[in-house]
């Protein structure tokens, strides 16, 4: 009798330990990769698609698309190669800058006047 007893209680343990491994694994996977997804987001461009050299006629019918939630606009004037660094001198809007999370480190951007 005291067999089966202590028997009994490893296959108890044996089947808390399976469903343990099998629920916990997992979602500890998914966390990670969903924090994974949250710092990307936070780090980086949060666009999907960029496309080069359009007209104004195709920006508009890009725009009126169903697909396309936001948009903005950029346009690169040139590159300069400086002995420390790369400088990239674009145009953006509004909303370009936030879709490429560009921030000023100082000063302002010119107004219209």
């Given at each position: 009798m005291?067999?089966?007893?202590?028997?009994?209680?490893l296959?108890?343990?044996?089947?808390?330990?399976?469903?343990?491994?099998?629920?916990?694994?997992p979602s500890?996977?998914?966390?990670?990769?969903?924090?994974?997804f949250a710092?990307?987001?936070?780090?980086?461009?949060?666009w999907?698609?960029?496309?080069?050299n359009v007209?104004e006629?195709?920006?508009m019918?890009?725009?009126?698309h169903?697909d396309?939630?936001?948009?903005g606009l950029?346009?690169d004037?040139g590159?300069m190669?400086?002995?420390?660094?790369t400088?990239s001198?674009?145009?953006?809007?509004?909303?370009?800058m936030?879709?490429?999370?560009?921030?000023?480190?100082?000063?302002?951007?010119p107004?219209k006047e």
């Amino acid at each position: 009798m005291r067999h089966y007893k202590s028997k009994n209680i490893l296959i108890g343990i044996a089947i808390i330990l399976t469903t343990l491994l099998l629920f916990v694994i997992p979602s500890i996977g998914k966390d990670m990769v969903e924090v994974n997804f949250a710092v990307i987001n936070k780090i980086y461009p949060t666009w999907h698609a960029l496309y080069r050299n359009v007209d104004e006629s195709t920006v508009m019918k890009l725009a009126a698309h169903h697909d396309v939630k936001t948009y903005g606009l950029r346009s690169d004037a040139g590159y300069m190669n400086l002995e420390d660094a790369t400088v990239s001198m674009m145009y953006m809007d509004r909303t370009g800058m936030e879709l490429y999370k560009v921030k000023l480190k100082e000063g302002q951007l010119p107004q219209k006047e």
